[in-house]
């Protein structure tokens, strides 16, 4: 069961969620480089200051990548409108309001969560684990996904079917694949690349197209036009091969979550084993006992 995106959602939405998540960046550090005499006033609102610091926080919470002035001003317009409405909610005395306290507790208990979870993941994610984590998804991924053939090839696409012939004429005498792709294909992306599609399976292509690929002999060009939907293909098979699993570095983050949904999992099985629990049902009465397997 993936317990960590759970878990975190619940924290963090109650921390981060909507209008709230200006009122806990307030409370973090410092941006990195803002110290107290470089850390100018950039707003007042009812004559209280809004620091630069303070809209750093903010981007560092939502995730902003970079500093420009039109996500600075988006944050500052936030923040703005956060002392806003927390002044108008403190002018309501909102803050002695028992469902203020009760959300206040159900959030600093997220936070608390959330840091305790996400430093236990932190301190067990290392590399060996990573690794173990990776054949785990591997044994996974030879069920899921068992080797296929795969086709390496390059093509020259066309509008005609004379135009196709006239580019295998020329192949043959010993043309440039390649100078052939860029100069006259109309397919841009493959024409780039000398006309390589990379390897693909059977199923990736269309059926004419990926018939002619499978059928051909590596090196060679076919020396039939293949015709699609797209136009007039002329076709050199490059390399053939089984598909393989990808790379931990292709996957990573997927490998990085599971081990992390693993750990999560396991330290609140361990907390959970130490503690004792005592359940009850909705109306407070002990929850029933299951009664013990007959001995067969």
Same mark, same amino acid.
Not at 115 to 126: E, F, G, H, P, Q
Not at 188 to 199: I, Q, R, S, V
Not at 273 to 289: C, H, L, N, S, Y
């Given at each position: 069961?993936? !317990?960590? $995106?759970?878990?975190?959602?619940?924290?963090?939405?109650?921390?981060?969620?909507?209008?709230?998540?200006?009122?806990?960046?307030?409370?973090?550090?410092?941006?990195?480089?803002?110290?107290?005499?470089?850390? $100018?006033?950039?707003?007042?609102?009812?004559?209280?200051?809004?620091?630069?610091?303070?809209?750093?926080?903010?981007?560092?919470?939502?995730?902003?990548?970079?500093?420009?002035?039109?996500?600075?001003?988006?944050?500052?317009?936030?923040?703005?409108?956060?002392?806003?409405?927390?002044?108008?909610?403190?002018?309501?005395?909102?803050?002695?309001?028992?469902?203020?306290?009760?959300?206040?507790?159900?959030?600093?208990?997220?936070?608390?969560?959330?840091?305790?979870?996400?430093?236990?993941?932190?301190?067990?994610?290392?590399?060996?684990?990573?690794?173990?984590?990776?054949?785990?998804?591997?044994?996974?991924?030879?069920?899921?996904?068992?080797?296929?053939?795969?086709?390496?090839?390059?093509?020259?696409?066309?509008?005609?079917?004379?135009?196709?012939?006239?580019?295998?004429?020329? !192949?043959?005498?010993?043309?440039?694949?390649?100078?052939?792709?860029?100069?006259?294909? =109309?397919?841009?992306?493959?024409?780039?690349?000398?006309?390589?599609?990379?390897?693909?399976?059977?199923?990736?292509?269309?059926?004419? *197209?990926?018939?002619?690929? *499978?059928?051909?002999? $590596?090196?060679?060009?076919?020396?039939?036009?293949?015709?699609?939907?797209?136009?007039?293909?002329?076709?050199?098979?490059?390399?053939?091969?089984? =598909?393989?699993? $990808?790379?931990?570095?292709?996957?990573?983050?997927?490998?990085?979550?599971?081990?992390?949904?693993?750990?999560?999992?396991?330290?609140? =099985?361990?907390?959970?084993?130490?503690?004792?629990?005592?359940? *009850?049902?909705?109306?407070?009465?002990?929850?029933?006992?299951?009664?013990?397997?007959?001995?067969?």
């Amino acid at each position: 069961m993936s !317990l960590l $995106p759970m878990i975190r959602a619940a924290a963090l939405g109650l921390v981060i969620g909507g209008l709230g998540a200006p009122m806990v960046a307030m409370a973090a550090d410092p941006a990195p480089g803002a110290t107290t005499g470089d850390d $100018p006033v950039v707003a007042r609102v009812n004559g209280g200051e809004i620091h630069r610091s303070d809209v750093f926080a903010i981007m560092r919470a939502r995730a902003r990548q970079g500093v420009t002035e039109e996500k600075f001003s988006e944050a500052l317009d936030i923040l703005v409108s956060t002392r806003l409405v927390v002044t108008a909610a403190d002018e309501q005395k909102l803050r002695d309001d028992l469902e203020y306290k009760e959300k206040l507790k159900q959030a600093e208990e997220g936070v608390l969560l959330d840091l305790y979870l996400t430093r236990a993941v932190k301190a067990k994610t290392t590399e060996e684990a990573l690794k173990e984590q990776y054949q785990k998804y591997l044994e996974r991924y030879a069920t899921e996904h068992p080797p296929q053939d795969e086709v390496r090839a390059s093509h020259i696409l066309v509008k005609t079917e004379a135009e196709a012939k006239e580019l295998i004429e020329k !192949l043959k005498g010993g043309a440039d694949f390649a100078e052939l792709a860029k100069a006259k294909s =109309s397919d841009p992306a493959a024409a780039a690349h000398g006309g390589d599609l990379g390897f693909f399976t059977r199923d990736a292509m269309v059926a004419p *197209f990926a018939e002619a690929a *499978f059928a051909g002999t $590596p090196g060679k060009v076919i020396e039939t036009p293949i015709h699609t939907d797209f136009g007039w293909h002329v076709i050199r098979v490059d390399e053939r091969r089984k =598909s393989s699993p $990808p790379t931990l570095e292709e996957v990573r983050g997927d490998v990085e979550n599971e081990l992390s949904q693993e750990i999560v999992a396991s330290v609140v =099985s361990e907390l959970r084993t130490k503690a004792k629990i005592e359940e *009850f049902r909705m109306d407070g009465t002990p929850q029933p006992v299951d009664p013990p397997a007959a001995a067969h």
